[in-house]
């Protein structure tokens, strides 16, 4: 931004449904987890009692390690049936019962969410926001929903703290356009959405994330997938600066910058 390459005269959003690393089989309803959770936790008090017997060191380390990963285990679960909420709330918008809702016994922020191929697959939904001048990523986020709308706030939000300034206009396809969150940027930004229709937008990072290899997640929890889209945003970065080399520095640019950037 300081030499003028990253002008925000226009930022792209799209998100992306990644597969998350649990399978649909893990996924319980409240009625079966609290069953899970109390023999989680009767694991956790035998093993520690067989710990507390036993004065072997070699026994002991090996009991400790199952203590350490029956408590794991009982974390996971109780995890599960913390998130249940918010996933009854997505199963009562969707016109379907709450309390049908399951969660992830192995990755309790995972959510079902429908693919591009029809099919329904526990996912994570990463949000990228693009400068569409030079394809520089500014914003990246995860959400635990599959639904676009309610992304863009947020994502404005970030690129506003990150680069001091709102970009006009905000470009997006047909899943982010909603009354309440037009309304919520109508005086800050001029959002361009195709009605009705979804199509791709310009600059879209995420089919370029897919094309690097952002297949699959292969690790569990919202904050490592967070790390993981970040990852894939720096590199994404890096590779565009090496385009930009000469835009960096000012080079044709007609930007003094260059020499102080240097220095």
Known sequence: MAVGVVKLQAVAQDGMRVPASAGAGSF??????????????????????????????????????????????????QAALDRLPEQGEIKRRQGKKPEDAPASTTDPDATVMKRGDGGFRPAYNLQYGTDVESRIIVGVDVATTGSDQGQRVPMREQVVERCGQAPEPWLVDGGYPGHGQLDTVADQTEVLAPVPKARETRAAAGGQARNRGLQRLLVRGLDKVKGVALLFALSHNLMRRVQLLPAWFGIGTGSSAAPEMLA
């Open 28 to 77: 319980r309803r409240e009625e079966k987890l609290q069953g899970y959770l109390e023999t989680a936790k009767q694991r956790v008090v035998e093993l520690k009692q067989q710990l507390n017997d036993d004065p072997g060191a070699d026994h002991r380390r090996r009991e400790a390690a199952r203590v350490r990963a029956a408590k794991e285990r009982e974390a996971r679960i």
